[in-house]
């Protein structure tokens, strides 16, 4: 990974894709053409965030997360917002609902207590699942009521399983 850097311009003040000048601890990033915004083990953000490229949270977020690109949760970051991406890696605490078009992965040691709506779902050895799985391409690319359906829904669809899954 390459830091994009103008040569007069801090990279912490550098403009970042969530519209607007990056707070501290946040960082941009160039991934061949692909921009990644990086929230710093040290920054704790509260509300909506959105970015026109990918983003990559090391610290904690309260709130929304809208990007365009992929959403990374690393290990040592704590999230509680509902997520809307392309793709979505959890190896962190997180609590809410992900909404993507594609991949959801939860990694080794990474933890979700909320549901999530993809095309596809990967839970890695050593990761816990608590929450309802809709695999379904186009409930994915829905608006988000699909998961606020999941949530709110009492009965069963055969359709929709529900999993509850802790792997050891």
């Known amino acids: 990974m390459i830091f994009k850097r103008d040569d007069d311009t801090d990279p912490i003040q550098a403009t970042s894709p969530t ?6 601890g946040e960082r ?15 920054a704790r953000l509260e509300g909506n965030v959105v970015s026109a490229g990918s983003l990559r949270i090391d610290g904690q977020v ?7 690109g992929d959403v990374t949760l690393s290990p040592q ?30 990694a080794r040691g990474g933890r979700i207590d909320g549901n999530i709506t993809s095309k596809t779902l990967v839970v890695e050895e050593g990761g816990i699942f608590h929450g309802q799985s809709i695999m ?23 359709s929709k399983g529900t999993e509850q899954v802790k792997v050891p």
């Open 28 to 42: 941009t990033m160039v991934e061949g053409d692909a921009e990644v915004t990086i929230v710093g083990a040290g």
């Open 19 to 24: 519209r607007g000048a990056a707070r501290e």
């Open 136 to 158: 379904d391409g186009a409930a994915a690319s829905a608006s988000g009521q699909a998961a606020a359906a999941a949530s709110s829904s009492s009965g069963q669809d055969a």
């Open 62 to 68: 309260k709130g929304q997360i809208n990007a365009e």
């Open 77 to 106: 970051s704590q999230v509680e917002a509902d997520i809307r991406a392309q793709n979505v890696s959890v190896a962190g605490k997180f609590k809410g609902n992900v909404v993507v078009k594609g991949k959801a992965h939860l």
